[in-house]
């Protein structure tokens, strides 16, 4: 069988692969940018439409980012890129675009992200590293960046409702448990509407931060910036949905954050008490958002690879609530539905 255009030219040698137009177009406007020739590899695809190659060239590693401009517009990722670089922070570079296609052509901030690297010794370091950058990009320019309203969080925990309990799980709450699930999302909304607001990346994780020697993190996955709560992006990283660590050390990194920002004379009129309070629930938050997100991604984009993090992430969630008032009644919710046997 004859092989199709880019595989003919990439690799004389290649197993045919199924037609794909997009790749093909990819090919051809990266065949303009490098007559010399080139050659396309996967690099990653996340949770959402883009995904990712690793162009090799001229002796030269870079990465092209495929995002169908009918699922995805790269106006954000070029805006956010261009804000994080001048804070001084360390992201891929916006080489070439062609916004009408869909395709960024990026700096490579190579293949070793923290979750590959983090353990019991490596953790101080690394989290160290995140943490100096966070407080740069919690300073950066957030002029016209969408607001972490009431709308776009109570949206959010709508999905672990939605996704999760109704559609994953098939629970029907009944009129009592709706309403009690519901003053749960108003609290912590409260929660983090009364806090700071910052530049907020919204994934801050270890799957985003790339383990670079030179310039430590590399930075990815930033388009969905906000403008939103001071402790959003610390409990990202801290109470990752990815890996766990004991209370007593999140604890200790979190305060640890705290007195770097203020050192550098960065949100100084927090207190501890306070500020561990925000955490907590803003971490509640997000796990609920992030295990609707998990169960939507299997049932409607069928990724059923991130079901395996529905426990780890609700886990959170049933050793934090029960020490808040605002959500305590959720605890006790979330074990009347029988959610961790169910999941189990």
């Known amino acids: 069988m004859e092989q199709s255009g880019y595989l003919a030219r990439m690799d004389p040698n290649a197993t045919p692969q199924p037609a794909d137009a997009r790749l093909e177009a990819l090919h051809a406007w990266l065949q303009q940018l490098f007559p010399q020739g080139h050659r396309l590899t996967p690099a990653s695809s996340d ?52 916004t009408e296609q869909g395709f960024l052509l990026l700096t490579d901030l190579g293949s070793t992200d ?43 925990m709508g999905l672990f409702r939605d996704w999760l309990l109704g559609r994953h799980l098939g629970i029907t709450l009944e009129t009592e448990q709706a309403a009690r699930l519901q003053r749960a999302f108003d609290a912590l909304a409260a929660a983090a509407l009364e806090q700071p607001r910052v530049f ?80 907590d629930l803003m971490g509640i938050q997000r796990h609920l958002k992030a295990s609707g997100i998990f169960a939507r991604l299997n049932h409607r984009d069928g990724k059923p690879g991130y079901l395996k993090d529905i426990p780890r992430t609700l886990g959170y969630i049933r050793s934090m609530a029960p020490h808040h008032p605002e959500t305590r009644d959720l605890a006790a919710l979330l074990d009347e539905l029988t959610l961790f046997e169910r999941l189990a």
């Open 200 to 279: 907020v990346h919204r994934d801050w994780h270890s799957r985003n931060l790339m383990y670079c020697p030179g310039n430590n993190p590399g930075i990815l996955d930033f388009q969905d910036a906000v403008h939103g709560p001071l402790t959003y992006d610390l409990v990202s990283l801290l109470r990752d949905c990815y890996i766990a660590w004991p209370q007593e050390r999140v604890r200790h990194w979190a305060l640890d954050w705290l007195a770097r920002a203020h050192a550098t004379g960065w949100q100084t009129q927090v207190a501890e008490d306070e500020f561990l309070r925000w955490f």
């Open 114 to 156: 923290y979750l590959s690297v983090l353990d019991a010794d490596s953790a101080d370091r690394l989290y160290g590293d995140a943490a100096d950058a966070l407080l740069r990009l919690q300073q950066a320019d957030r002029d016209g960046l969408p607001p972490y309203d009431e709308a776009l969080l109570q949206a959010e």
């Open 47 to 98: 949770a959402s439409f883009r995904r990712y190659f690793r162009v090799q060239t001229d002796g030269r590693s870079l990465i092209v980012m495929d995002a169908p401009p009918e699922h995805e517009d790269t106006g954000p990722f070029i805006d956010i890129a261009a804000r994080l670089l001048a804070a001084g922070l360390h992201v891929p570079e916006v080489l070439q675009a062609d």
